[in-house]
């Protein structure tokens, strides 16, 4: 009788075996949530949001040879849930390294309304996504830095002000926004110049191919020229398609972008394919490839560790890199390396030519 009393309790546990308990990880980074409740109708959630990452360069080049330790990024900020279907998220990127400025400018300032994964609705300064790496957060991020092609084509700047809706309908995803270009400064900008509007539609294979994640996205920015625009760079018209292929331990990103400028500013087409493989689920090797031509003399820059040694511009750039990435916590915590080999043409010879490696090494963590 009490074995037959027992086995039904036995078989219940096996069928809900009990949850694992929290890693130390998962203790440290508790310290972000700093209030949740349900039952509260007015505040739900406040998150601690943020990143730092620290960089280690090494550069030897036909220009120059540089070593550095560099704080990449640090960005602090709250992010608030009011009213179930409201999101108030602030942030601010500081330099430690400096005194003056250590505070560099707002990042994220805005809300958002969002009632399903349909549609999100955000006023205020926001990220601005575009291109394969532009529109990857650089905490998740599976090489060390964006490519060139990014630094090129897609609005550095990242956070302008504007009015954006987004959202996932079944396998597809969408972006529309109009965005202030005017003159930046460290907070909202001074509207004073153009603007500027995103489209971006996408549409996930996965399933119909059997795979996490096979997603294609077009990208088509439109701005107005206008001399005062510093938010943005002088492109009237930015299109970009981009692939994201996730397949068990094997994953590939692509970017074909074609861009025609304003002001000078030449027509650029830029080229970028990223492989990846997970030799065990901690340990990854990303490679990737980028090429980038512009039209006329001079109209591409270089990368931000390359820029240290040659600071002029060219008009054809040709990028490999093989890199690691050992993930602690997911990106959550991450160590990645990487070996980068650049060159650029200079067809004016006004200083813009580089040749050289570079060795970067850098910690990421994002809370």
Known sequence: ???????????????????????????????????????????????????????????????????????????????????????????????????????????????????????????????????????????????????????????????MPGVSAAGRVSAWTYRAGVYSAGAANREFGEFNGGLFSLGVIGYDFGKKLGVREATLTGNYVYQQPDRRNTFTKRFEQIASVNFKLESGRWGLRSDLSRTTGYLGQSRILGIMAMPSFHVTPKFEVVARYTFLNSDDVNGLGLATYENRVAHGAGDRYNEGYLGVNYYFYGHKLKLQSALEFANMRDLANDGGAYRGTTWTTGLRIGW
């Open 1 to 159: 009788m009490v074995v037959l009393l027992a086995a039904p309790a036995v078989f219940a546990q096996e069928a809900h075996p009990a949850e694992k308990p929290p890693s130390t990880f998962d203790k440290i980074w508790k310290f972000a949530e700093w209030y949740e409740s349900s039952s509260n109708p007015v505040v739900q959630r406040v998150l601690f949001t943020g990143r730092f990452q620290e960089d280690f360069a090494s550069i030897g080049a036909d220009q120059g040879d540089i070593n550095e330790w560099n704080v990449r990024r640090l960005r602090l900020g709250p992010k608030i849930t009011l009213f179930h279907h409201y999101l108030v998220h602030a942030e601010v990127e500081l330099n430690p390294q400096e005194r003056d400025p250590f505070y560099m400018r707002i990042t994220d300032a805005y809300v958002s309304w969002s009632k399903s994964p349909k549609v999100a609705i955000a006023v205020g300064k926001q990220s601005v996504p575009f291109t394969q790496e532009g529109a990857t957060s650089s905490k998740e991020l599976i090489t060390i830095d964006r490519s060139n092609l990014a630094n090129n084509i897609w609005f550095t700047q990242e956070y």
